[in-house]
């Protein structure tokens, strides 16, 4: 089951990106597959309106989830599972940084606020080539 952090609005999860929600949906399966607890949304649309950094969350293209209850092997490979699937056709990577692959998933910050960060890029195109 899903879990939200006070701050974070649960009906956002019907707002935001259907390839967003795939992708928590597969952080959910890889928790419950691995016996690992709750997944812990702990930033996703509302809590970043307005935000001047990025407005990937708000756009309800990313989110932050918890990883505190993940060891550090469960982290990378949770990171290079959902990036090996879906960061080439889904995924973002900084604009001055052209030569790295995209992805969807990064792991940021340290200690207490170390999170598994999800994002999705603009314009997805389902079309088949």
């Known amino acids: ?14 707002k935001i990106s259907p390839f967003l929600r795939i992708i928590i949906s597969e952080v959910e399966a890889y928790f419950i597959e691995n016996q690992i607890g709750r997944v812990l949304i702990t930033s ?23 990883i505190k209850e993940l060891d550090e092997l469960h982290q990378e490979r949770l990171r290079f599972h959902l990036n090996s699937i879906h960061g080439k056709a889904w ?14 998933a990064l792991i940021h910050g340290e200690g207490e ?4 960060h999800l ?9 088949i080539h």
């Open 113 to 116: 606020n170390k999170h598994l």
């Open 91 to 104: 995924g973002t990577r900084p604009t001055d940084k052209p030569n790295i692959p995209t992805r969807v």
């Open 1 to 14: 089951m899903i879990h939200f952090k006070p701050e974070v609005v649960p009906s956002d999860i019907c």
């Open 44 to 66: 996703l649309m509302s809590d970043h309106v307005g935000d001047r950094i990025s407005k990937t969350h708000a756009d309800g293209r990313g989110c932050d989830i918890s």
């Open 119 to 127: 994002q999705v890029r603009k314009n997805i195109n389902l079309s």
